[in-house]
Structures are given as structure tokens and as C-alpha cells.
């Protein structure tokens, strides 16, 4: 990592440890939005991760971006960064990226909204954070074409649901919504890609949740005594735990993979997609894994709302869902090796696994 | 709070080693052609072709990273990694130099004497000289430092008195590494007094039994030692120091492909069968998933061959790739099963329900040799700090 990108990870933990605590998370949850924190990350201009340069932003790498996110993820972030840089990423990819306001994103997973006459027709689901924003970005179609709208979040109707985790997710109705502004993306540009992005933003956020989760189960069975020992003195306990560290290890292996894939220049679609599908399928599963163990390492008081261990693993609970979920991304891998193998005489499964590296 | 995160860096990848991927693997392809070869399932361990392998040995494929005047090429840890998965994909027979090239050459590197390195090396390197482990015994299987053969000195040398259980290939060996007490057990430092030596095997006094799996395949062997003379210079390194070369090995031995890539000639196949058959969406979310853990394992075994070349000791990162990995091997079997049922042995002909039945057969060993899973979680445990 570059020198400039670990002062920005040092701000931004810096940051999560002064004004994420679990009272706040907590507090968020019951309505009470943590402004302090969120204005500390706008002024840190961590918002800005992936606003290119010239538009005023940092012009960090998607490796950035990405380890800010899976960071954030440690302290359960209750406030949209991850969606304020995805939002922000969407836009420059249509070369209207600036960093004026704090934005959300609308993605739809199936079909997007039609841009006709100037107004906006559709409805996304799953938006999350949108009444915390001012600003949403809108991949729609506009004469057959990928394109960007942004949209004043006012003008939009918007229908509040709250995540596993009570985080806000919204439906967002855009009929009749006027953009602030828009414009079709660069060629080269698929809503594969967005989709792609923002399941390995999901990814990342897994995965350090799953950090978290290790390291306060270790601590934890180290703490609790039972039968005049502690916990970690039981051989049982013992695999359990290595058991959540594997698959959390293995969790990382896979996000920091995708990671170095899509940061790479022209790396091809397919690449990113089979990197992201790895990351998602593998993270997913570990945070089934993951929480099941550490709630049983933990006993009763994992479960109560009191202990910290609730804010992780409702959180992963609602990330794997999010943009496609381990079984949606098994598939459409298990599809793309199958369709590569049969390409070509000689195509097989390994040719597509030893790709990556 | 303590914080522990595991990190798997990037492999530093140049063109030589995507150039050196294609060689092997249009070699092997031309192989299997000529028909030289049958891919087989854990191939590493089970497919013993002394023929095959001396190939591999003329074509520079055995020893890569070690000394030019040894024998190898001084080329990287990776360049070796990707030749050992194109094998192991392949499923071709590699187990006559399998240990030899991974453990025993660069055990002789880093212990041997010059006489070992200018002898053998090279040796092994062309594909003429393969090692057996002397490891495991009648009494002593996880718990290994319960060692009983015994190392006594004698005029000029050493004389050794034991059996070996489970030595892997032992019948086509030349040498087979011995860890013998050298000293009495003191039960506060158990690890204490075990020396490796290096045994011949046509020595007087040894005997080498094979012993018949359950799948048919005898390729492992009981070793018997009966007052076996070794000279002076058959100790690896230093008196007493067989315990510390032994765990200074095993990140190496636990996280490279061949644990969890040793059942998977038979995913190659259904893939095969799967992109010519109608689309069937459940077949392939369930071999995708396959494909996704095969991806992330794999990060994470490159991760710590990086680790290792950067100089540090990833054992624990290790531990978690053998623990996850070798379950994985058995479990792609399992989840085959529902759509090719494993019932006949040899498969009656059908390429992939043989690899599926040999598969089958095999895998009980997975999560065993090497360090079984209990014990590797008993290692991630303490990296933990729980014990």
C-alpha cells in the first residue's frame, strides 16, 4: 500500500475509533443519526475516496476504496460511506463526478429505470440510506443507452424499510423525477460492472465484520469461565474458533483477489465478474458460518442486544443478500466456466480458475 | 482489544511464469495423448510412474528453485507453485519425486552436508532419486514426538533400531529421512533429542513392507530397522535438532495446491459433462460454488507461498489452508454424488464415475496424513492465543 493510502486508512481509523462506538451504533438505530461521525468523515474527505482528482475528489484506487470500506465494516459502521463512494464512483463514470454533496445510489438488480423526455420511470428497491443523503445517482437507460441521472433526493417519493441490521434501505419511486443532471457512461462501462462493484463492496463489508467477530469471540472464551476454567481451555471451544477464523481468512483471501482484479487497468469484464462471484459466493457463506459458530462460542449473552456481537452479524445477515447473493453468484459462475469449457476444444474449468492470481 | 487479521499479499507474477503454465501444460496435454498416463485422482500421492517423473526431471521441471550447481534453476517459489497445480490438475502420476523435490531437497539444502548436496540433489533434481518420510510409527501418529526408534552411537556412526508406519512410496526410495531419539525422553521437553538421519534403504538391517490401502493402491509402507549402521554423516544438521526441522517444514508441506486440488481432475470432468448437457441451474450453482472456494483457496495458498518468500513464517495461515483445503477435497466428492452416484469401482469405464469411485476411495486419508485436522486446529488455536 502507497504511503498516501495508509494515511488515509490511519485518518479514516482514527476516525471510527473516536465516534463508532457501540453506544452509536446502537443510538443509530434507534433513530438518533450520528452526525459527529458523519461529519468527521465528510471533512476527512474520506467521502471523496473515489472522486477522480481533477473533480476535486482523492482519486484513491478501487484497493483503497475497498480496504476503507471492509475497515468501516469493523465498527459497524452506521452511516452511508460505502454508499457515498460507490454513488460517487457511478458518476465519474460518466465524466460527471465532482464533490459537492453527499450522494446515495439507487441500483435496480433487475431492470433499470427508463430516462424519457427528461424524466425519470421506474422504481428501485433495497436503496439504502437514501433520506440520509441529499443526492442519489440513477443508473437508468436513455434511448437504449447506459446511463447516469442524478437525482435531488426531495424530489423522489421515498418508502422507508429498515435491514436485519435497522439500517434504513429504502424504495425509492422515481416516476415523473426530473434529473438535476445526466449523461450516458464512457463505452466500455456495463451495468455488469456497477452490479459487480457494489456486490464486492458487500464483500468487503463481510469481511470485516467477520474480522470483528473473531477477534470478540477470542476475547470473549478467553473472559468467560465455566466448570473453574475458561472457555478457550476446552478443546471443543478451541476448533469452534478455528473453525470462524478459517473461513473468515478465507473470506479476505477472496476479497483482497477481487480487490487486486478490478484495480487492475483494462482488466477484462469477465475477469472482474468471476473475481467478484468468488468473493461474494466465499463471503456469504463464511458470514453463515461465521455467526453460528461465534453465537454458540458465545452463549446467551452473544444474543442479548446489550453485547456488541448482534451489530456484526445482523449486518452480515443483510450484506449477503444484497447484490446477489452466494447462491445467485454460484450459479452465474457455475454457468460462465461451464459456457468457457464448451467454447472451445480443449477449454477447461482450471484454464478459467488459474487466471486469477 | 486484540485485533487478528490474516492478510494474503499478492504473488509477484512476470511473464516467465505464465510462459512456464504453458509448457507444462502443453507437455502433459501431449502426454496424455501418447497415452502415457491415466489421470488419476490424488495423484501426488497415489500415482507412483518412475518413467513419467524422470521426464519431468529432463525437463528442468524438478528442483526449480534450487541452486544452478545443485542441479535446480534458481527460479522463484512461484514459478514452482505453478508447475506443481498444472501436475496436480492433470492428475499425473508425480509421487515418485513428490517429496523429494518439496521437503527432502530443500531439508538437504538447508541441513545436508556438501557431500548430500553434490550427490543427491542433482539427482533428484533429473528424476533418478526420490525420498521416503520416516515419520509416523506403530505408537506414535499425532502425537509424534512419542517416537521409539532409536539412534545409538557406534564406532563411525550411528546405529538405528525402529519401525516407520505410512511412509508414502518407500518401495521405489533410495533414501528415506529417519527420526530417531537420540537421546532419553525428558517429559518436560519431549520435543528434545530427536535427530533426522538419512537412511538408504537398500542399507542391511532395513526392510521395506508395502501395505495395501483401502482403495487398492500400495503405496504405503511399514519400514523396518534392525540395527541399521549409518555413518557419522547421516545426521541432518546438528544432534537433537529433528523437531525444529520438522516444524520449520510444515508451512511449506501444508499450504500448497495438493491440498485441495487432489480431487480435482473429477470437478474438471463434470464440468465437462455439465457444458454439454441441457442448462440445469441447480448443477450450476453447486459446481460454481465448488469453483468459488477452488479460487479463494487458492488466493490464500499464493498468499502464503508470498508470505514464505517474503521471509515470514505463516504457520498458522498454513494450518488454515490444510484444515480447509483437505475438507474441501472430500467434500467436492460429496456434492458430485448427487448428480453422478458413486456406486461401482473403476467406474465400469465411464471416465469420470472412475475418478468419482477413486475419489471416494481415497479421501479418508485428506484430512490425515500431514497433520490431521484436529491437530491443525489445535495450531490455529494456539496462533490464536487460546492455548
Redesign the interface.
Known sequence: MEQSDQLIIDTAQRIFADHCSADVVNSAENGHYPETLWQALKEAGLLLVWVPEESGGVGGSMGLGLSLIRQSARYALPVPLAEALVANWLLAQAGLANADQTRGFALALETLPRLENGQLHGVVEGVAFAAQVSQLVVPCMQAGQLTMALVAVDACELSLQQSLAGEPRHIVNLNGVQPLTSAAVDSGFSIELARGVAALVRAHQIAGAM?RI??LT??Y??ERNQFGRAL??F?A???S???I??????????V??AA?TVSQPHCALNDAL??I???K??AG?AAGKVTQLAHQAHGAMGFSHEYTLQQYSRRVWCWREEFGS??Y???????????Q??ASD?????AS??R?? | MQNINFNFPAPVVDSSVEALRLEVRGFLADERRKGTFQPGPDCWCAGIDTEFTRKLGQKGWIGVTWPKEYGGRELTALHRYVITEELLVAGAPVHAHWIADRQSGPLILQSGTQAMKEGILPRIAAGTCYFALGLSEPGAGSDLAAVKTRAVPTEGGWRITGTKLWSSGAQVCEYMTVLARTSKVDEKHRHAGLTQFLVRLDAPGVTVRGIRDMSGVEHFNETNFDNVFVPEDAVLGAVGDGWKQITGELAMERSGPERFLSTFVALERAFSRMAAARENTHQQAVLGRLAARIRALRSMSLGVATLLQNGESPDVEAAIVKDIGTRFEQEIIEKLREFWPIMMAQGQGDELQHLLSESLLRQPSFTLRGGTNEILKGIIARGLGLR
Do not use: K, P
Open positions: 474480522e473473531v477477534t477470542i476475547n472464551v478467553q478457550s481451555r478443546q471451544i478451541q476448533h474458533v478455528a473453525d477464523a478459517g473461513e473468515s481468512a478465507l473470506a479476505n483471501a477472496a483482497e483477489q487486486r468471476m473475481a462471484a468468488t468473493a459466493s466465499v457463506e452466494e447462491f453468484w454460484n450459479q452465474w459462475l457455475g454457468q460462465q466456466i461451464a459456457e469449457v464448451g480443449g477449454g477447461s474449468a482450471w480458475i488459474a486469477a492470481f
